[in-house]
């Protein structure tokens, strides 16, 4: 909001420059961003709080400055000629205000015999160096108030309102309005209007009807200065998606106290540079108990306990003073009168806050406190978690972030089975629409935009959570408040790999990322963990390529997915790579308990390794033959391990040879020769029983 | 001709005669024949030429000596050279010989993202103090990220915090703050706890995403005051920037706080001179503060008279932006492993 220097001076004596203005006014709390111009002609941009409505004006500005600059504020111009004689403003309107509870004081002035006409060189300059463009001579007169004061005023064509009349109601049903920006309005039963004998004329607080503006042709004005209640000023702004300087304002609270101060300003304006005679006598109409003012106790213990800083009584009596309170002094402190443009202030904190940002927050000590403190993790499994993430990170995976919205196509292409997931009601972009119900539509994006830039190796991951609609949920016990939303948030590590399995390298063949890359992450992680799992194939491969892709199942749950991306869905996201992906549902994985790690004796007495060369049909699943090999060699058999996989001519239609060392070892014995054959032979008949399978001439 | 130029003479001969000796010397031995017949100590070719240096009148002897020892520097080091290069070629040629220069075999480890870095960093100074940390849902309820928090509907504060809303109810959480609110209404105080997580506001621009990484601190116990507040940002910030930062408190609004402040910590580049980080003034803008609102304290329960309370929250992907120098938020969030490579050495 801007500010010229020069206009602020009217009320109140600035010895400082711009500069140092701006550092002082930053220290109380209003932020100048920038300084355009320098001395008088220097206009201060300034972030005002929002809580702060009565420092959205010039007088309100000057307020602040003459309380930290120790000068005083001047009053406020108010004083207004009637025209003696002429018919008092009671016979030329009536006004009446219907809803009370909406609508504490409404002011009204009748001018007549105005002359529109361009506003004088002074108010064009003062409105253009704050950025307003000129109308005319009423509509800025009210503008020029409204930046001065902060009181928000409207001027109507009196003789367009028909009856004379001004009633403040709600909207009927079904009403209407064209508003002055030319949008004809539907209006609804809780909104506010100002009407006339028959029609809405204006939206309360909002803005000005175009039917009663002020034209070229205006000679009797009825300005209104009224106070609209703040939330009631605010739903309809955003009902009507309008906000105008006016709602600005009253939905943060104008001053009521200074509707009339306002009123005489603006008539006193229009009397002196439109011709205007003002009509004798101020309409104001007040609701009971709208003006009433707020006393607040504050103790003086009370500003040191929450600020560190011990501030004498009269100094407090001195800050809050010159911000306009009233205080007396009470036994323990003050009770303390809080004017009726401070709306914001409301508790004796409120009261602590003006105190110290008067003290200046600089001199407020530095202490550390000195209260007990456990410096507990309370995240759910956080431990597994950072483990998960240094073991992803060991085996080459890098730590992604991808947004939590994401667009429903993509959502959709690579959800698991059975979910549903949560739209936005108001996402900010195409494609940012769902909150996203897996990770691996964000994942696999990242690769996308790896491998477009060049990047040849991707292996990427991320822990993150994703959102699931659960439908008819009973509220959650802590969400008494309000009716649960209908949203299950599950914590899920994903992991991408595409291009080179590992950077080009002399010491071994360039390789793609596959399958068996994630999992073999997986796997790893897992004996991290001290968890298990086991990789089933899945009933439905989507989004998988038929036969390259498993279901990872812990404890008789499925926790997980992994697999290679079916073509047809890696071209929807426009790679032409082979994709390996995996998901792990930690909020389900992480469920099961760890197992405690116990030391086992390292073995006293020496194994035996021996290697076979088998022959087995292309069907034969390997962990079938690792587990046929372990129940036939009994106790005996301490290790089984695939050290080499062959395809290849020499080898019978749809067979293929895998080489497999078993270690055979006794906890008390060495074991004999014999009996290590002896084991064999029962494991290569087993194998042979089972599933065909012969050793490799 | 003067003893002195006939000194120089000497030595430059001696020059081209281990140069173009040196050429022909391809094994050790023939170096330290080379050695010796150069700078032999008794009838090196340099010490013989030095001999005439006794002759020279007195002001003449440093320069020459100074050459001389120029020249015996350069033979040593073209030896020392010479030398090296025939050791290393013969280990070349040793049988089963590696070249060792070939770059080394190791799986490489992945990076880890630099808004972890930063959360793992901030989290381990508040636990050092005793902080404890919580979590809570993304996806909230109106109560615990507005209402409780001293923001009833139709208040124009919510404008600060452009919300998104989910289907079926809820909203995506503005800020960590609910998190808090969980929190007090499990546990009384003394409490001393961290919030840190991801937030979402409808923004976004080079310094804003509508998704981003926000932590959270409160302390509420007897007795806690702004100076506490002051204080322990203080420490925080210095332990985060490594360095005596100090801290500015500035009056500002929150409707969850009540007095209120914004926070800013000393320049870390310039150390408070003005720079181009801080935009000349100074100061780098953190987050905001201040006492927790005796309203917030009412709806979770709290004696608003026994207890105070400070709060703090500022955007941990800001500190990454400011730790790492990155100029645009989105990069956090795009997973280009060029940007995420660099950080594999703050693991």
Known sequence: MKFAVEWMREFVEITISPAELATRLTSVGFVVDTIEGAGDTAILDVDVPPNRPDGMNVYGLAREVAALSSKTLYSYPAAVRESAGAPPASAAATVAIEAADLCGRYCARVVRNIRVAPSPDWIVRRLGAIGLTPVNNVVDITNYVLWELGHPLHAFDLTRLEGRRIVVRRAHRGETIQTLDGVARRLEPEMLVIADATKAVAVA????????????????????????????????????????????????????????????????????????????????????????????????????????????????????????????????????????????????????????????????????????????????????????????????????????????????????????????????????????????????????????????????????????????????????????????????????????????????????????????????????LSLRATFELPAAPNPFRPGSAARMISDGVVVGRVGLLGEEVAARFGIKAQVALAEINLSLLFAAPATPLAFRPIPRFPASSRDLALVVGRETAWRDIESAISEAGGDLVARVALFDRYEGKSLPEGHISVAVNIVYQHPDRTLALEEVQAAEAKVLAALHDRFGVTLRR | MPPLDRLEEALDRVRSEFASAIGRSADTGSLEALRNRFLGRKSGLLTLALKGLKDLPEKDRPPAGEKANRLRAEIESALAEAEARVSAGAARRAPHALDVTLPGIAARSGAVHPVTLVRREIESIFLEMGFTIEEGPEVEDDWHNFEALNLPPDHPARDMQDTFYVEGGGLLRTHTSPIQIRTMMKVQPPLKMLAIGKAFRRDSDISHSPMFHQVEGLVVGEGVSMADLKGTIRLFAGRLFRGDLRVRLRPGYFPFVEPGAEFDVSCMICGGDGCRLCKRSGWIEMGGAGMVHPNVFENVGYDTEKYTGFAFGFGVDRIAMLRYAIDDIRLFFENDLRFLDQFRGEA
Not at chain 1, 234 to 263: P, Q
Request: aromatic share 6%.
């Open chain 1, 205 to 528: 607080g909002v803005m000005g009807g175009a039917g009663t503006m002020i034209s070229a042709g205006t000679t009797e004005v009825l300005l209104e200065s009224a106070w609209f209640e703040p939330s009631g000023v605010r739903r309809t702004s955003k009902r009507l998606a309008l906000s105008t300087d006016a709602s600005y304002r009253f939905e943060r609270g104008a001053d009521i106290e200074v509707a009339h101060v306002a009123i005489d300003r603006a008539a006193a304006l229009l009397a002196e540079l439109a011709g205007g005679e003002v009509a004798p006598g101020l309409i104001d109409i007040r609701a009971e108990g709208a003006m009433a003012k707020r006393t607040i106790h504050l103790r003086t213990s009370r500003i040191e306990t929450l600020t560190g800083m011990r501030i004498e009584p009269q100094r407090t009596r001195k800050y809050l003073e010159a911000l306009g309170f009233e205080a007396a002094a009470a036994p323990d402190g003050f009770e303390v009168v809080v004017p009726r443009h401070r709306q914001d202030v409301s508790a004796e904190a409120d009261l602590v806050e003006e105190v110290a940002r008067s003290a200046g927050y600089d001199a407020i000590p530095e202490t550390i406190p000195h209260l007990p403190g456990t410096g507990a993790v309370n995240r759910f499994a956080h431990r597994r978690e950072e483990t998960l993430r240094s073991s992803l990170l060991g085996s080459g995976y890098s730590e992604a972030m991808t947004y939590s919205f994401i667009s429903s196509d993509d959502d959709w292409l690579l959800r698991e089975e059975g979910v549903a997931g949560v739209p936005l009601t108001n996402p900010m972009a195409e494609g940012q629409e769902i909150l996203r119900s897996t990770l691996l539509p964000g994942l696999t994006m990242a690769a996308r935009h790896n491998l477009n830039h060049g990047v040849r190796e991707v292996r990427l991951f991320e822990i993150g959570r994703v959102f699931r609609r659960v439908e008819g949920r009973a509220a959650h016990e802590d969400r008494k408040h309000a009716p649960g939303p209908e949203t299950d948030e599950q914590l899920c590590a994903g992991i991408v790999a595409t291009g080179l399995a590992r950077a080009r390298h002399w010491s071994e063949p360039a390789r793609e990322s596959g399958f068996h890359d994630v999992k073999g992450a997986i796997e790893e992680a897992l004996q991290r």
